[in-house]
Each structure stands twice: as C-alpha cells, then as structure tokens.
C-alpha cells in the first residue's frame, strides 16, 4: 500500500495537526481493507492492515486519531515528529 497527501496540514494547536491522505492499495486485499472499513465490516487483520499502516508508513507524523474516512480518503489527527 502506498498513499498520497491531499492539501495542506490544518493546525488544531501548537501540537496537533488534521491531515488528510489517500490511501492507495496495490493489490485486491489492500482495496478490500480500505472498502470494508468504510463500511464497518472490516475483519480483525483488515483492520489491523489499516491500522498499521496509519501507524508505521505515514513518515514525519504521529497519527493520534482517525477523525473520519471517505472511501480511500482519510483525515486524521497527528502530531508532527
């Protein structure tokens, strides 16, 4: 999975930012994860794929929340390392 800024970093404080990213899959498990959880459907290791990837691949912040989603679209609060 790969995925791609869209606008600028919105300041909520001195600390916490709104982000907002695409998620973009490489393959049909990765677009499925996306899909089902949109929907609140996603099993535990879609979830966990998500989540991970939030967590591990979105250089130069720390993702605090997920604020909400729209399709692959996702605004988050993060933190800048």
């Known amino acids: 999975m790969k995925h791609e800024f869209?606008?600028?970093?919105?300041?909520?404080?001195?600390?916490?930012?709104?982000?907002?990213?695409?998620?973009?899959?490489?393959?049909?498990i990765e677009a499925m994860a996306i899909k089902n959880s949109e929907a609140i459907q996603a099993s535990k290791a879609e979830s966990e794929l998500i989540s991970k990837y939030l967590l591990i691949n979105i250089t130069g912040w720390s993702i605090l929340s997920i604020k909400s989603q729209d399709g692959a679209i996702f605004k988050l609060e993060a933190s800048g390392i």
């Open 6 to 28: 869209i606008g600028e970093p919105i300041s909520l404080s001195s600390y916490i930012s709104e982000i907002t990213l695409k998620l973009l899959p490489e393959n049909e």
